[in-house]
């Protein structure tokens, strides 16, 4: 399958604690990188590999995996990340690529 | 500073073509895989085409295969888009973005801000 599979729309208290998920099977193979998209701005990378984070990033962003599904976990999400979180991912035959259709992340 | 820059979006009519030029700077760019990303408005991010250091590989998602064609002149380090045979349905804000690829994962970054490009007539 080249499709990866994530909610549309997810929302987090702020200060506390979210995960957004990316399932499909190509990542029981392949590790999925992160990016959030603001309104009017390029993506930006915030998780990759197996859970790295870019210089920048903050430390309450985090990456897990397990089977076929990846994790983008915020703890003590931030009005500020607020955002569309997109996943990231070769596909099953290993030279296509394909993006999640991303999680809208709305801070209360 | 890593940076890339794309340039050459605009309008153009059905059936017709465009060249999507980006720039990068502050890295080695013979030494990385690149891409090209589009979002459609209002609509999420899709994976367009990459090309090798070399320019060697090429692959293309299958939407696009056979009307667009990705290059590279790494002594400009420049990474070209041509867009041949444009659809309505290329409407899109294309990005670019640098590639690096490590084992069983890849990661974008950094990207550009990215140019619009309007099929309409």
């Known amino acids: 399958s080249s499709e990866l599979t994530q909610d549309p729309a997810v929302s987090v208290a702020l200060g506390q604690t979210v995960r957004i998920t990316c399932q499909g099977d190509?990542?029981?193979?392949?590790?999925a990188s992160w990016y959030q998209e603001k309104p009017g701005q390029a993506p930006v990378l915030v998780i990759y590999?197996?859970?790295n984070r870019p210089s920048g990033i903050p430390d309450r962003f985090s990456g897990s995996n397990s089977g076929n599904t990846a994790s983008l976990t915020i703890i003590g999400a931030q009005a500020e990340d607020e955002a569309d979180y997109y996943c990231?991912?070769?596909?099953?035959?290993?030279?296509?690529?394909?993006f999640g259709g991303g999680t809208k992340l709305t801070v209360l | 500073e890593m940076e890339v820059v794309e340039s050459g979006g605009g309008l153009v009519q059905p059936g017709g073509s465009l060249r999507l030029s980006c720039v990068a700077s502050?890295?080695?760019?013979?030494?990385?895989?690149m891409s090209w990303v589009r979002q459609a408005p209002g609509k999420g991010l899709e994976w367009v085409a990459n090309?090798?250091?070399?320019?060697?590989?090429?692959y293309y998602v299958d939407s696009v295969k056979g009307r667009f064609t990705i290059s590279r002149d790494n002594a400009k380090t420049s990474v070209y888009l041509q867009m041949n045979s444009l659809r309505a349905e290329d409407t899109a804000v294309y990005y670019c973005?640098?590639?690096?690829?490590?084992?069983?994962?890849?990661?974008?970054?950094?990207w550009g801000q990215g140019t619009l490009v309007i099929v309409s007539s």
């Open positions: 990231n991912s070769r596909d099953s035959s290993g030279n296509h690529w394909v």
């Open positions: 090309v090798k250091q070399d320019g060697s590989e090429k």
């Open positions: 502050g890295f080695s760019f013979s030494s990385y895989w």
């Open positions: 973005a640098r590639v690096q690829r490590a084992g069983t994962t890849d990661w974008y970054d950094p």
């Open positions: 590999g197996k859970n």
């Open positions: 190509s990542l029981r193979s392949f590790y």
